[in-house]
């Protein structure tokens, strides 16, 4: 089960990408300075909902509306795989960032901070498929919720230590960690695709 948490843990801190959304806090913070803190613990705790929800009720909302595991399951991983592509090549932080500015409310905790910068379809889609790689039963559903609030528990800890964080790593260094977990999310992508095709007996 400490394997399985681990997976899970890595799985979605690759698709949720603390550092990633760094910069886009401070910019979707300007000027709020003495309520950063709250904004931060807002943001979090409503993608801790959402992610748990999916997490519970995914697999039950799949079979509701005919969609099998293993379609799930490639799609899912080509999803992913896209995400990765754009973390490779710098295209997901212009996509949050272009986000951020069309949405930036005068509170963000909510949209877009929560959703979809934090719990988005990615995210959505990794609870989804990681509580189904174990059947989907009660123990795995919780180890994979205790593995996501503990991602949203590290991305709070960064928003909180925001502008020092990026003032050590730079632009550069944040680029130099996007793109090497890029490079793991679109080898835990193909995982996904292999395993639905072998659950449709294609492999």
Same mark, same amino acid.
């Given at each position: 089960m400490i394997d399985f948490y681990i997976a899970a843990f890595i799985t979605l801190f690759l698709v949720i990408d603390p550092p990633g959304l760094l910069p886009l806090f401070i910019s979707l913070t300007q000027g709020h300075a003495v309520t950063r803190r709250g904004i931060a613990l807002r943001a979090c705790l409503i993608a801790v909902f959402i992610l748990a929800t999916f997490g519970i009720i995914g697999e039950t909302l799949l079979e509701f509306i005919g969609i099998g595991l293993p379609a799930f399951r490639i799609s899912g991983g080509l999803l992913l795989f896209l995400m990765a592509v754009e973390m490779l090549f710098n295209k997901r932080a212009q996509r949050r960032e272009a986000q951020a500015e069309d949405d930036n409310h005068d509170d963000p905790s909510v949209f877009p901070l929560a959703t979809p #910068?934090?719990?988005? /379809? @990615?995210?959505?889609?990794?609870?989804? #498929? $990681?509580? %189904?790689?174990?059947?989907? *039963?009660? @123990? %795995? &559903? =919780?180890?994979?919720?205790?593995?996501?609030? %503990?991602?949203?528990?590290? &991305?709070?800890? $960064? =928003?909180? &230590?925001?502008? /020092?964080?990026?003032?050590?790593? @730079? /632009?550069?260094?944040? !680029? +130099?960690? &996007?793109?090497?977990? @890029?490079?793991?999310?679109?080898? $835990? %992508?193909?995982?996904? +695709? +292999? *395993?639905?095709? !072998?659950?449709?007996? +294609? #492999?």
């Open positions: #910068l934090i719990a988005g /379809p @990615g995210a959505m889609a990794a609870m989804i #498929l $990681l509580v %189904s790689e174990m059947s989907g *039963d009660i @123990g %795995s &559903t =919780f180890i994979v919720i205790a593995a996501m609030i %503990s991602v949203v528990a590290v &991305t709070f800890l $960064l =928003f909180l &230590t925001s502008g /020092p964080v990026e003032r050590l790593l @730079g /632009p550069v260094g944040i !680029k +130099v960690i &996007t793109r090497l977990m @890029g490079m793991l999310l679109a080898a $835990l %992508s193909v995982q996904f +695709v +292999v *395993d639905g095709l !072998k659950g449709l007996g +294609v #492999l």
